[in-house]
């Protein structure tokens, strides 16, 4: 059996941790308590950490370090004390006798949400079946209670996964962390080069096989620039480790004023340094313009989210992660980070697309063949600004929730000329369909049984022809049930659109006028700096020249 191969995660920016959230909450409805089961096909211990906290009690947390402002943790103190802390109650009696007067400062209490005071409850009353609290069948709406990630991490972290950044304030409209170049500078502060640092030096020296690190990063703010300086921190200290990078765009943060421009500034700066000091990196977002307002966004057929909210789009980009790893974090797979990195990036082609399609669009008494035949092309949509998964030359596929018992209808006649009938795999009948219908020269396929768990607290974002296993049926879902688990494909794409990609937003960089940009300049990049990013990007995009590549 093999060694686990273990990936350290590392989040950057209020977006990022959204997806963050999701993800993570993703993992934990994913784990099975159950005696007698058979063995899970995601090996959790690729992510997750075991440990000991002051109780002598065994813990099992995410190998994962966050870093947002100031201000966007305020619900895990509440939610999540005890994990590591003693309790607390015994700190407030010995201040309540102490004979020294003490004057205690306390913020206004913010109220938790439906799904975090059911949670409270569900781990108090744990041993009273009479009034347990079964989560996992609850339809929430927490659209209008969601403001930041906190708000839903069902997760408990270690307590070195949060880093602060107490020079800026979430939603400080004085003081904005929207600049590339504030993000370099923050790198300097002790926080970071020290106590982060430190906590990932611990993180690395307690993997038996680190295999790489997962990086996400906000690219419209500040967060693109302290990301970077953490690559290049990377690159110094693991240099012979894989770093595939997710930076992460949410419409929401796109200022419709005179400084809107600054984010195609802000993520030309970070795509140029991505190529230079990552392995891979894969732009994420459910926004057709990326780093512009736009007006449209993804559209799945059996979806209705809302894209002006983060907690609904956060949770589609973290679907197609938790999908488009699998790979590499199987239990009995042989692929690794470095593999499919290598697969998909010839010829300096680091930057690839995504893509998802959620629900599968399955119907409940169908096949897989059958699906497949009937299927509109393309089967996925794409999850990157400005480009499409179309005209590859190579790409990573991987299927969920459609097991070997589905693969074709129990009528069929098999023809033993035709190769779609001797499939013995899910993703056997996949590879060979693709092998017909999209001409790439080089395609991997995954299949796993395991769907995607959907439970609370992921929003309620399923149209209701989507029964509670994630087919479609005829008819409606009960408004009372909730879709907890579904198929999805998912994949990584190396498309020749990506130029595309690079040139529009090398276009949009350049309308910026040099006034706009002075306050950037006074940190730590200057006009040259600046100017030869632009090229940079124009250097990149003929790696995607189409004739190269025939």
């Known amino acids: 059996m093999n060694s686990t191969r273990e990936i350290i995660t590392l989040q950057f920016g209020h977006y990022s941790n959204f997806i963050g959230t999701h993800f993570w909450n993703l993992q934990e409805s994913s784990f099975t308590y159950e005696e007698n089961n058979k063995p899970l096909e995601i090996c959790h211990d690729v992510l997750y950490r075991e440990g000991v906290n002051l109780k002598g009690e065994v813990t099992y947390t995410p190998r994962m370090l966050c870093v947002d402002l100031k201000n966007s943790f305020y619900q895990l103190p509440d939610i999540h004390r005890g994990l590591y802390d003693l309790n607390c109650s015994n700190i407030d009696e010995e201040i309540s006798n102490s004979s020294t007067k003490i004057q205690t400062i306390q913020e206004e209490k913010i109220p938790s949400n439906e799904f975090f005071s059911d949670l409270v409850k569900q781990e108090l009353l744990i041993d009273d079946d009479s009034e347990k609290i079964n989560i996992a069948e609850k339809v929430y709406n927490l659209d209008n209670d969601v403001k930041i990630w906190s708000d839903f991490l069902k997760a408990r972290f270690h307590p070195r996964t949060i880093t602060s950044i107490d020079e800026y304030k979430h939603n400080d409209s004085n003081n904005v962390f929207n600049n590339f170049a504030q993000g370099l500078g923050l790198w300097d502060s002790y926080k970071m080069k020290e106590t982060w640092t430190d906590n990932l030096r611990l993180y690395a020296e307690e993997c038996d096989y680190l295999q790489g690190f997962h990086i996400s990063m906000d690219s419209l703010n500040g967060f693109g620039g302290l990301a970077c300086k953490a690559l290049e921190y990377l690159e110094d200290e693991y240099s012979n480790k894989t770093v595939i990078a997710m930076p992460v765009l949410s419409d929401n943060y796109i200022l419709e004023d005179e400084n809107s421009e600054l984010q195609a500034v802000n993520t030309s700066l970070l795509f140029s340094s991505l190529f230079e000091h990552s392995t891979m990196f894969v732009p994420l977002t459910t926004s057709s313009g990326g780093w512009?307002?736009?007006?449209?966004?993804?559209?799945?057929?059996?979806?209705?989210?809302?894209?002006?909210?983060?907690?609904?789009?956060?949770?589609?980009?973290?679907?197609?992660?938790?999908?488009?790893?699998?790979?590499?974090?199987?239990?009995?797979?042989?692929?690794?980070?470095?593999?499919?990195?290598?697969?998909?990036?010839?010829?300096?082609?680091?930057?690839?697309?995504?893509?998802?399609?959620?629900?599968?669009?399955?119907?409940?008494?169908?096949?897989?063949?059958?699906?497949?035949?009937?299927?509109?092309?393309?089967?996925?949509?794409?999850?990157?600004?400005?480009?499409?998964?179309?005209?590859?030359?190579?790409?990573?596929?991987?299927?969920?929730?459609?097991?070997?018992?589905?693969?074709?209808?129990?009528?069929?006649?098999?023809?033993?000329?035709?190769?779609?009938?001797?499939?013995?795999?899910?993703?056997?009948?996949?590879?060979?369909?693709?092998?017909?219908?999209?001409?790439?020269?080089?395609t991997e396929v995954h299949s796993f049984d395991s769907s995607l768990e959907t439970v609370a607290p992921f929003p309620n974002i399923f149209s209701q022809s989507i029964n509670q296993h994630g087919f479609v049926e005829s008819s409606s879902r009960l408004s009372t049930s909730v879709v907890s688990k579904c198929a999805a494909i998912s994949g990584l794409h190396n498309s020749n659109s990506m130029r595309d990609m690079f040139i529009a937003l090398k276009n949009d960089s350049s309308k910026v006028k040099g006034s706009k940009l002075s306050h950037m300049f006074n940190y730590e990049i200057d006009v040259m700096d600046y100017k030869e990013t632009l090229e940079n990007l124009l250097v990149l995009s003929d790696n995607y020249l189409i004739n190269d590549c025939l």
């Open 292 to 442: 512009i307002k736009s007006q449209s966004h993804l559209n799945l057929d059996y979806l209705s989210y809302k894209n002006n909210l983060d907690y609904h789009s956060s949770a589609i980009l973290a679907s197609a992660i938790d999908t488009f790893t699998l790979g590499y974090r199987s239990r009995f797979g042989n692929d690794s980070m470095q593999n499919m990195c290598t697969r998909l990036t010839p010829l300096g082609r680091k930057a690839v697309s995504a893509s998802i399609q959620l629900p599968l669009g399955f119907e409940s008494k169908s096949n897989l063949l059958d699906y497949l035949q009937n299927s509109k092309l393309p089967l996925w949509k794409p999850i990157s600004p400005q480009c499409t998964t179309e005209m590859s030359v190579a790409q990573t596929i991987v299927l969920r929730g459609i097991t070997e018992n589905m693969l074709y209808s129990n009528n069929l006649i098999r023809d033993s000329k035709n190769p779609s009938h001797h499939c013995t795999s899910p993703s056997d009948l996949l590879k060979l369909f693709l092998s017909f219908c999209d001409h790439v020269r080089m």
